[in-house]
């Protein structure tokens, strides 16, 4: 459970006694090498040389758990990393993670038991509802987050110290309308109607639309009808694209429905949420699929490519645009403090007012693996997407 204001106020007393009983050792002298750094969190001091504990929650279990997976493993790496270049400041860097089952109240239990490991920094939760929970909690803490995935509106809106790797839904939603009028006169779009990022992406896709007077046709699902995607397709066969701004388990029964209706020409195009899409696409599929999204791990950039081969080499796998972004977040941090200093005051609130200040600063920007961003004070990350084959 979270500490009370009651137990914080008896916390910093005790740990005021004990500092004074440790230099009452020193001056009888006693050890001055001490026995470890004090914990990081709960507004406590932690002196050079201690860690930065860095939190998370993620759905490492259930049907999103390759999201939250690929976050873990990114910023893990990128973690281990800092740490064998020696740090940031005289610090090492901690990583822990919960499993939230992409779930906001796990994600609020999480927050807590992260508060109580010593947490003073963080990157969120993955996915956006998850996100919107932990980000409440961290703006009553003043905890800084910068989440690698979670696209929502609301979740940068959730305070001051809120903020984002990954581009919003309302950027892929504009971005969508604009590619897909661009190439296609007859549209389709299916979403979900119980899912903030389904929701989010589709309301900016659907008034960009209406702003350009482009009409298309559109069905829906939601959280109690997502197993079987055949009425959908069937109602837009005649579509030559169909817009799915969904997750990639969706993606890929829709995918399917194309292929049992024998619809192969039609374009399935979708978000960041389909990466993960690739591996389980039935071997009958045959429609061209695309997405937009930050990473290529094709790409031919010198960064990219040690990225991907030190993830490799670790993982035995390729990394997706999850785990790119928090790979990229993890190194967002770590460059707030390179520029910033470490404060002496490592608590919660001291972290978070220096990490606001310094990454909405104009002259801070920082070059990652899914690109070059830079923020402002609504929490958004400015970058260039792209548009990835997929299939």
């Given amino acids: 459970m979270k500490k009370s204001k009651l137990t914080k106020v008896l916390t910093m007393a005790l740990a005021a006694v004990l500092a004074f009983a440790m230099l009452a050792l020193t001056a009888c002298g006693g050890s001055d090498n001490g026995g470890g750094a004090a914990p990081a969190g709960s507004g406590s001091a932690a002196p050079a040389g201690g860690e930065i504990v860095i939190g998370a929650t993620g759905p490492l279990t259930g049907d999103a758990s390759s999201y939250g997976i690929s976050v873990q493993q990114g910023a893990q790496l990128a973690v281990d990393e800092i740490n064998a270049a020696g740090g940031v400041g005289g610090y090492t860097l901690k990583f822990s993670m919960k499993d939230d089952k992409a779930a906001a109240a796990d994600a609020s239990t999480g927050y807590d038991l992260l508060y109580d490991e010593g947490m003073v920094i963080s990157i969120g939760s993955v996915t956006s509802g998850s996100c919107v929970a932990f980000g409440q909690k961290a703006a009553q803490d003043g905890l800084f987050f910068i989440t690698p995935s979670a696209s929502s509106a609301d979740v940068v809106a ?9 581009f919003g839904d309302p ?69 030559e694209v169909i817009f799915c701004p969904f997750y990639y388990t969706e993606a890929s029964l829709v995918a399917r429905a194309c292929a049992a209706k024998e619809l192969d020409n039609i374009v399935l195009f979708g978000c960041d949420g389909f990466d993960g899409l690739a591996p389980i696409l039935d071997e009958n599929v045959k429609n061209p699929i695309s997405q937009i999204t930050p990473f290529d791990a094709e790409a031919s950039d010198d960064n990219v490519k040690s990225f991907v081969e030190a993830y490799e080499a670790k ?46 600063d104009p ?29």
């Fill in 315 to 360: 993982y035995g796998a390729t990394p997706d645009q999850f785990a790119a972004d928090g790979y990229d977040a993890i190194y967002v941090i770590a460059a707030i403090f390179e520029k910033a200093g470490v404060p002496a005051e490592l608590d919660i609130a001291t972290v978070g007012e220096l990490a606001t200040s310094t990454i909405t």
């Fill in 171 to 239: 950027d892929q939603g504009t971005l969508a309308a604009d590619e897909l009028t661009g190439k296609f006169t007859k549209i389709g779009c299916i979403y979900d109607t119980s899912d903030p990022y389904s929701n989010g992406i589709f309301a900016a896709f659907d008034e960009a639309m209406k702003a350009k007077g482009v009409e298309y046709e559109v069905r829906t699902f939601d959280a109690d009808n997502k197993k079987d995607f055949s009425s959908q397709v069937e109602a837009l066969k005649d579509c």
């Fill in 363 to 391: 002259s801070f920007s920082y070059e990652g693996v899914t690109g070059s961003m830079t923020w402002d004070a609504t929490g958004a990350c400015t970058k260039v997407p792209i548009i990835k084959e997929i299939n």
């Fill in 158 to 166: 959730t305070g001051d110290t809120a903020f984002r790797v990954c």
